[in-house]
C-alpha cells in the first residue's frame, strides 16, 4: 500500500511539474515582430523605447496569445526577409500589402489603410503627381514609395535613402525636388520642417497589414483572430486614436 501510494505520489509530482513546465513556456514564448523604428506615428523610438500603433497592436496580439513581444528593429528592407528565415515571427512597419510582397510573405487581414503622398518645399512648381516627370524623387528604400516611383517615373528619377528623414533632408537640402512617402509620416515630418508641404492629391491609397512566413497558417489564423477580437473591442481604433488625431 505504502509502495502504491508512493508511486501514485511520483505520477501526480511529475505531472504538476510537466503542467508548470508547459504553463512556464507558453507564458514565456516570445512573438518577434521586425520592424523599422523610423516611421512616426506607426513605429518610432522615444526614450529608447519603441512605440507607435504598429508596436502598440503588435503588444496587445501578443497579449491576447499570452505571449511576450519583442521587437527587432532593423533596416525596412530587411523586414521581409527576416520573417521568411524566421529570424522574426511577424513583420510590421506599415507594411503594404502587394501582389509581389504577396510571394515571398503572407498577411494577415487588414488592420489600417493609408495613402502615399508628395511632399514638396512650399515654393515648389510641382502640384500633382504628373508634375513629377523628370523630376528627382526621394523615397524610403524597398517601400512602396520607392516600388511605385520606380514603375511610373523610371530609376533614374528615383533617389533611395535607409530612412524617411534621410530622403526629407535631402529635399530640404535640394538633392531631391519631392519625396514620396506615407501620409502620417509625412505629417509629422512636415511639422517638424518648416517650408515643406504636403500636396492635396494624395498619389496611391494602399491598406495595411503584418507579414508571417509563407504557409505558417497556425500563427496567421492567430493574428488574424487577435486582430478580430481588437476591432470588436474597440481597442484596435482605441490604438490609432491615440496616434492619429481626427482632423
Given at each position: 500500500m505504502k509502495k502504491k501510494?508512493?508511486?501514485?505520489?511520483?505520477?501526480?509530482?511529475?505531472?504538476?511539474?510537466?503542467?508548470?513546465?508547459?504553463?512556464?513556456?507558453?507564458?514565456?514564448?516570445?512573438?518577434?515582430?521586425?520592424?523599422?523604428?523610423?516611421?512616426?506615428?506607426?513605429?518610432?523610438?522615444?526614450?529608447?523605447?519603441?512605440?507607435?500603433?504598429?508596436?502598440?497592436?503588435?503588444e496587445a496580439i501578443a497579449d491576447q496569445l499570452g505571449m511576450e513581444l519583442e521587437i527587432d528593429d532593423m533596416e525596412f528592407d530587411s523586414i521581409l526577409a527576416a520573417v521568411?528565415?524566421?529570424?522574426?515571427?511577424?513583420?510590421?512597419?506599415?507594411?503594404?500589402?502587394?501582389?509581389?510582397?504577396?510571394?515571398?510573405?503572407?498577411?494577415?487581414?487588414?488592420?489600417?489603410?493609408?495613402?502615399?503622398?508628395?511632399?514638396?518645399?512650399?515654393?515648389?512648381?510641382?502640384?500633382?503627381?504628373d508634375d513629377l516627370t523628370g523630376k528627382k524623387i526621394g523615397v524610403q528604400l524597398s517601400t512602396t514609395g520607392d516600388i511605385y516611383c520606380t514603375g511610373d517615373y523610371g530609376e533614374d528619377s528615383v533617389q533611395r535613402f535607409n530612412k524617411g528623414t534621410d530622403a526629407v533632408?535631402?529635399?530640404?537640402?535640394?538633392?531631391?525636388?519631392a519625396v514620396v512617402i506615407d501620409n502620417e509620416p509625412a505629417k509629422v515630418f512636415v511639422s517638424q520642417n518648416k517650408g515643406l508641404k504636403i500636396l492635396e492629391t494624395e498619389y496611391v491609397m494602399e491598406d495595411y497589414a503584418i507579414a508571417v512566413a509563407k504557409?505558417?497558417?497556425?500563427?496567421?489564423?492567430?493574428?488574424?483572430?487577435?486582430?478580430?477580437?481588437?476591432?470588436?473591442?474597440?481597442?484596435?481604433?482605441?490604438?490609432?486614436?491615440?496616434?492619429?488625431?481626427a482632423n
Open positions: 501510494m508512493k508511486a501514485v505520489a511520483v505520477v501526480v509530482l511529475a505531472l504538476c511539474m510537466a503542467f508548470s513546465f508547459g504553463a512556464c513556456k507558453k507564458s514565456g514564448e516570445k512573438l518577434i515582430m521586425a520592424t523599422n523604428a523610423t516611421f512616426p506615428p506607426y513605429e518610432y523610438t522615444e526614450k529608447n523605447k519603441i512605440i507607435g500603433i504598429d508596436a502598440e497592436i503588435a521568411q528565415s524566421g529570424k522574426a515571427d511577424m513583420g510590421m512597419a506599415a507594411l503594404t500589402v502587394t501582389e509581389d510582397r504577396k510571394v515571398s510573405v503572407d498577411f494577415s487581414t487588414v488592420y489600417a489603410t493609408g495613402k502615399q503622398v508628395i511632399i514638396v518645399k512650399e515654393a515648389s512648381t510641382i502640384a500633382t503627381p533632408q535631402a529635399l530640404l537640402q535640394g538633392k531631391v525636388d504557409n505558417n497558417t497556425e500563427l496567421l489564423n492567430k493574428i488574424n483572430g487577435a486582430l478580430a477580437d481588437l476591432q470588436k473591442s474597440g481597442k484596435l481604433q482605441e490604438i490609432v486614436d491615440k496616434y492619429i488625431k
